[in-house]
């Protein structure tokens, strides 16, 4: 592995080679097919469990703030934000969902304190800092090496005379405080066990947002932005923070996986319901799901009224909700 601060090793400088070769084949091919087998089996032979580069996660969508920043990415993360970061970055901005991070940076521009339940490595954490360096940003990760990677990204975006306004957090959002069993996986993690969390197991911490940002706390903003994307758990989210969510009426993006959210006990319905019942309208990001790792230029805002028949059998998809949608009214179809 070579860290910013170490000089690459030939095997290193050798690996990244190959890698800008992988790069420019999948930027190239019409193959959806040579693009799976350059990025898992080969990619997984190739550079094994100790290769990581420093990518630069570009953004020229915003007027102010900085136009990107940098991230490091990781040969062993078996996940398609780690992938889509590490072979797209050099030729398309924001490569991984790409209309959701550029919403994300729009409204960023506006916020004083966000919270990011499931940050990852860090990425939309890094988007809001980059746009609005004054902004207070909660990054929540509780897998414990995927939090020491959330670290170290925040460390190499902070100036070295000055500090960074993302703070990060070892620790899952849920509905009640406490510890419980999360199983882990190289890319991600979840309350539940399946046949990709096969990383190990662990008891985590878990904090409620209305615990965080009750009148006794010392945080000085409510939050005025919520990202969640915990693997079916957002409802969970939802009831731990509604005190809090009544007060900020902040505006929340979340991942809706229908299959995930079923196998944590919930569905679609009932966090569609938590988020109606508290005044939000909601939307649907209308992003790229179908495949990461193509230089498509579609970065226009879009956001669709939600029906829930749309989303139950999807994948994934990432939905919007808001107690003000005429602020957004320019990005909404039909309106």
Same mark, same amino acid.
């Given at each position: ?8 090793? @030939? ?43 420093? #990518? ?14 940098? &991230?490091?990415?990781?040969?062993? &993360?078996?996940? &398609? ?12 901005? /924001? ?8 919403? #994300? ?45 959330? @670290? ?67 945080? #000085? ?16 989210? /939802? ?28 569905? @679609? ?44 059998? @999807? ?21």
């Amino acid at each position: 592995m070579a860290s910013s601060t170490e000089k690459p090793s @030939v095997q290193h400088r050798l690996l990244k080679m190959a890698r800008v070769c992988m790069s420019f084949l999948i930027r190239i091919s019409p193959s959806e097919k040579l693009t799976d087998i350059l990025v898992w089996p080969i990619s997984k032979r190739l550079f094994g469990k100790n290769y990581s580069e420093i #990518v630069r996660v570009k953004n020229t969508s915003v007027e102010k703030g900085q136009r990107g920043f940098s &991230m490091e990415v990781y040969g062993d &993360m078996e996940d &398609m934000v780690n992938k889509t970061l590490m072979f797209m970055s050099g030729y398309k901005e /924001l490569s991984w969902e790409p209309v959701t991070a550029r919403f #994300v940076a729009l409204i960023a521009e506006e916020t004083k304190c966000a919270i990011d339940a499931g940050s990852h490595i860090g990425y939309y954490p890094l988007i809001i800092s980059s746009v609005n360096p004054k902004a207070l940003v909660y990054a929540f990760e509780p897998n414990p090496k995927t939090y020491e990677r959330l @670290v170290k990204n925040i460390v190499i975006n902070t100036p070295v005379s000055g500090s960074s306004n993302v703070y990060p957090v070892a620790a899952a959002l849920g509905d009640i405080s406490g510890e419980q069993k999360m199983y882990f996986d190289f890319g991600q993690s979840s309350f539940v066990e399946s046949a990709r969390t096969h990383a190990g197991e662990g008891m985590v911490t878990i904090k409620t947002i209305d615990e965080l940002f009750s009148d006794s706390s010392e945080t #000085v903003f409510l939050p005025d932005l919520m990202i969640f994307d915990a693997e079916g758990f957002e409802p969970n989210i /939802l009831k731990g923070g509604l005190q809090t969510i009544a007060k900020a009426k902040p505006n929340i993006i979340f991942e809706i996986n229908p299959k995930a959210l079923r196998s944590a006990g919930s569905s @679609v319905a009932e966090l569609f319901d938590i988020l109606l019942t508290n005044g939000y309208s909601i939307f649907i990001i209308d992003d790229d799901y179908t495949h990461g790792l193509t230089v498509k230029s579609g970065l226009e805002i879009s956001l669709s009224p939600y029906e829930e028949s749309n989303v139950e059998n @999807v994948s994934f998809v990432n939905a919007f909700a808001t107690i003000d949608p005429n602020r957004f009214v320019s990005y909404i179809k039909n309106s």
